[in-house]
């Protein structure tokens, strides 16, 4: 938490803004339930038509995302020139795109996983909710805590 009085604080953004922000970055995090606990994936994914959709390959992820347990997504991002962030959650169930006209459609939406390997999975994750907030980065010189003053042994 910063101590600067002079940084804005966090503004809430509304869903048609946190999806603007989602459609300006590629990566974010797939939050699962697997078995008995929580587990996140990172994840390449795209925005379709008020959608995530993802590839991945057989596993834990695809298996804890078809669950019955909702999904949760996490994606973030920050203006380096201004230092303004962003930080997007949306929460929803996850169902995989296995009819061929949707798989075609997906295909078209250029969506590259980083890393190599089989995904043929087309997964999509249909919002019940999305929020996000947008705020200014605070410097490091503002992280200030009462452990900064603290007494330290010496090195030797």
């Known amino acids: 938490m910063s101590n600067d009085a002079?940084?804005?604080?966090?503004?809430?953004?509304?869903?048609?803004?946190?999806?603007?922000?989602?459609?300006?970055?590629?990566?974010?995090?797939?939050?699962?339930?697997a078995d008995d606990h929580?587990?996140?994936?990172?994840?390449?994914?795209?925005v379709d038509h008020g959608t995530l959709v993802f590839r991945t390959g057989p596993g834990t992820k695809l298996a804890a995302a078809l669950g019955e347990v909702p999904v949760a997504m996490e994606a973030d991002g920050v203006n380096p020139d201004t230092g303004v962030a962003w930080s997007v959650v949306v929460k929803g169930k996850a169902g995989a795109i296995e009819r061929i006209e949707d798989v075609l459609d997906t295909v078209a939406l250029l969506l590259f996983p980083w890393e190599a390997g089989e995904k043929d999975h087309f997964i999509r994750i249909t919002a019940d909710s999305i929020t996000g907030r947008r705020f200014t980065v605070a410097p490091p010189r503002t992280w200030w805590t009462p452990l900064d003053d603290a007494p330290r042994a010496s090195a030797e």
């Open 38 to 46: 929580p587990d996140i994936f990172p994840v390449n994914f795209t």
């Open 6 to 33: 002079s940084l804005p604080g966090a503004e809430h953004l509304q869903p048609h803004e946190c999806w603007a922000a989602l459609r300006g970055v590629s990566l974010g995090r797939l939050a699962v339930w």
